[in-house]
């Protein structure tokens, strides 16, 4: 059981390229979030999905766009990358219900912009 | 709109010693309250959940709504605990969406 996968796990990108990280779950989970990792910041929620074909802006979704075409994919697009989007980014996904709201995180993604 | 503070950033003890990682939140509703645990180049894993009252690896949480407080604890700390660990609270309801703090990073000294 592979849980959540992230792609690419490393990536250098110059100031102004465009590049999309992926992120699938095998778990059949509804709920899937993008957060960025930065120190002294903790965990800072992107965007999110409840289901299929929803999306909502998380704490920071500025420069990000995100799309669930399907359940078990969470895109993160960024259009034109900038230095201030060197982070390490990680994907999770929960399913909903009070006793299941652990979240299931992937490996990171870390990403230096130049 | 909530928020949870993780007042230390850095935690150093020796082994055998008590741990206490500080967590406070602010929400208005009844919260869901975690703590995350990220040892040295692995995923984020949940570690415990006040809901479950549970003791993983020795660490405990109480969750206490008058102060809003959710501190991680342990009696004796080993090596094996050195990591970065997050308190992290969701709303609940139809809304899971996690809101984490900054972190503490615990160092366990032999």
């Known amino acids: 059981n592979a849980g959540v996968t992230q792609t690419p796990k490393f990536r250098v990108l110059k100031t102004g390229q465009s590049m999309t990280l992926l992120c699938a779950q095998d778990?059949?989970?509804?709920?899937m979030y993008w957060y960025r990792q930065d120190p002294g910041m903790g965990l800072r929620l992107i965007h999110y999905?409840?289901?299929?074909?929803?999306?909502a802006k998380g704490e920071v979704p500025d420069g990000y766009n995100v799309s669930r075409l399907k359940k078990q994919n969470f895109l993160l697009g960024l259009e034109s990358a900038a230095p201030s989007q060197t982070s390490v980014y990680f994907c999770?996904?929960?399913?909903?219900?009070?006793?299941?709201?652990?979240?299931?995180f992937g490996q990171g993604t870390r990403l230096t912009v130049v | 709109a909530q928020r949870v503070t993780q007042p230390e950033k850095l935690l150093s003890v020796f082994k055998g010693a008590p741990v206490e990682l500080k967590c406070n939140y602010s929400?208005?509703?009844?919260?869901?309250l975690f703590w995350y645990v990220q040892y040295s180049r692995q995923r984020l894993q949940l570690l415990l959940r006040?809901?479950s009252r549970e003791s993983i690896k020795g660490f405990t949480a109480d969750l206490n709504k008058g102060e809003t407080s959710f501190h991680l604890k342990k009696p004796f700390a080993q090596e094996e605990d050195s990591a970065m660990y997050y308190c992290?609270?969701?709303?609940?309801?139809?809304?899971?969406?996690?809101?984490f703090g900054k972190g503490t990073l615990l160092t366990v000294n032999p």
């Open positions: 778990m059949n989970h509804e709920y």
């Open positions: 999905s409840v289901g299929e074909g929803t999306t």
């Open positions: 929400y208005s509703g009844s919260p869901e």
């Open positions: 006040h809901i």
């Open positions: 992290a609270l969701s709303r609940g309801g139809s809304n899971y969406k996690l809101t």
């Open positions: 999770a996904s929960s399913k909903p219900g009070a006793e299941n709201t652990e979240a299931f």
